[in-house]
T-cell receptor, first 113, second 113 residues
Framework: KAGVTQTPRYLIKTRGQQVTLSCSPISGHRSVSWYQQTPGQGLQFLFEYFSETQRNKGNFPGRFSGRQFSNSRSEMNVSTLELGDSALYLCASSDLGDNYGYTFGSGTRLTVV | AQSVTQPDIHITVSEGASLELRCNYSYGATPYLFWYVQSPGQGLQLLLK??????LVQGIKGFEAEFKRSQSSFNLRKPSVHWSDAAEYFC???????????FGKGTTLSVSS
């Protein structure tokens, strides 16, 4: 069973630009969550999607957005990038069944210069 | 407020010695508890989880954790550490499936020979 796939693995962007990150969940998993990991703030929840609907959202500005497609693949977008957006962005998928637990991808390392 | 505390930022253990990583949580609802491990530049790998039932749970790689409701703790243990266990370990708590996970700041484990 293939794991959670995140693309790209590394990204360098300039302040003010926008970026789109992609996440393909494990086949059959309908819930996809996104987390931001930084040395200072640690792991912080961005949002969670289930069946193309955002069900939960963390405390991030509106520049951070996401969506989920009918095949459960998800994208997150960050507009007007700031230096502080440099982080490892992790995607996690879950089947939300009795054996639920989130499986994380390897992440996208975003560097804003 | 909901939170997870991992009191030890960094621990060094001799190879073959036992290990215990501490985790305390504050959570209003019935907690779902997790331990994840992260190697440098990688995503998070689930070691074990607790939802209900037997308070001693077994995970992968020889790890186990014990849930103690009275102490709001979920400590991770391993009887004999291997050099390959050197990594960062995260404790996390969540509510029902699909909600945000709240992570601790992590404990970095170093293994000395």
């Amino acid at each position: 069973k293939a794991g959670v796939t995140q693309t790209p693995r590394y990204l360098i962007k300039t302040r003010g630009q926008q970026v789109t990150l992609s996440c393909s969940p494990i086949s059959g998993h309908r819930s996809v969550s996104w987390y931001q990991q930084t040395p200072g703030q640690g792991l912080q929840f961005l949002f969670e999607y289930f069946s193309e609907t955002q069900r939960n959202k963390g405390n991030f500005p509106g520049r951070f957005s996401g969506r989920q497609f009918s095949n459960s693949r998800s994208e997150m977008n960050v507009s007007t990038l700031e230096l502080g957006d440099s982080a490892l962005y992790l995607c996690a998928s879950s089947d939300l069944g009795d054996n639920y637990g989130y499986t994380f991808g390897s992440g996208t390392r975003l560097t804003v210069v | 407020a909901q939170s997870v505390t991992q009191p030890d930022i960094h621990i060094t253990v001799s190879e073959g010695a036992s290990l215990e990583l501490r985790c305390n949580y504050s959570y209003g609802a019935t907690p779902y508890l997790f331990w994840y491990v992260q190697s440098p530049g990688q995503g998070l790998q689930l070691l074990l989880k607790y939802f209900s039932g037997d308070t001693l749970v077994q995970g992968i790689k020889g790890f186990e954790a014990e849930f103690k409701r009275s102490q709001s703790s979920f400590n991770l243990r391993k009887p004999s550490v291997h050099w390959s266990d050197a990594a960062e370990y995260f404790c996390a708590v969540g509510a029902q499936a699909g909600t945000a996970l709240i992570f601790g700041k992590g404990t970095t484990l170093s293994v000395s020979s």
